[in-house]
């Protein structure tokens, strides 16, 4: 196990189980379908971070997931942990705790939400994480919630079960949790996650050519 990790958190796209909300415009085969593929993205983005292990704390069972030897492919090599916990919120604590416990010292945690995500953007904020000093970062979504948070050795981690998530304001309460806890938050470049159908396009705009979220959007004719 490599010393520094990203970390997916990721919900296995089975149909009526991920993507809810994008299924009332594209059933929900094709909104399974679109969670696949963000995840492929997220995969290979994930795993072209030079000196970094994946791990994938997953929930859902994978055998039931849409786009099955796709993603056998992309997650062969990664850590799969089982997401444990009540709640979004105490499932992410526990994550980075299960992360930490594997002995990764430097994690950035994201989801399968941001499909844009690069390479570069996870390797420097793995880099701005110091074992040694109380320092964390923190990723704000467009829509007011995160979309990264990474750490050293776990620091920070039990903070985010006292956030309520899926808020406009989580983002922010969050940051705040994190201080309280004692950190220095030191801010992400903002990104735009997919919870909605009218996300997609946005999105896509920042995917690059090869993206498989892209094609698979065009296909369902989420984008003009």
Request: aromatic share 2%; glycine share 10%.
């Amino acid at each position: 196990m490599s010393s520094s990790a990203v970390l997916i958190t990721a919900k296995s796209p089975v149909p009526g189980l991920a993507k809810t909300r994008l299924a009332t415009r594209f059933g929900d085969v094709g909104a399974a379908t679109l969670a696949a593929a963000a995840l492929l993205d997220t995969l290979r983005t994930a795993r072209a971070v030079t000196g970094a292990s994946v791990i994938v704390a997953v929930t859902g069972r994978l055998t039931d997931a849409v786009r099955k030897p796709d993603l056998d492919e992309a997650l062969a090599g990664c850590t799969l942990i089982p997401q444990r916990g009540d709640g979004f919120a105490e499932r992410l604590t526990n994550a980075h705790l299960d992360a930490a416990g594997t002995g990764a010292q430097r994690v950035i945690q994201i989801g399968m939400d941001t499909p844009q995500v690069r390479t570069d953007q996870l390797r420097t904020a793995l880099r701005r994480l110091e074992p040694r000093a109380r320092r964390c970062v923190l990723g704000i979504a467009e829509d007011g919630g995160w979309w990264a948070f990474g750490t050293a050795l776990g620091r920070g981690a039990r903070a985010l079960s006292t956030v309520a998530m899926s808020r406009p304001d989580t983002g922010a309460a969050t940051q705040a949790a994190l201080r309280h806890a004692g950190l220095t938050v030191a801010l992400l470049e903002p990104m735009m996650d997919v919870d909605l159908p009218t996300d997609i396009a946005d999105v896509v705009r920042d995917c690059p050519p090869d993206s498989e979220f892209a094609r698979t959007a065009q296909r369902l004719g989420a984008i003009g």
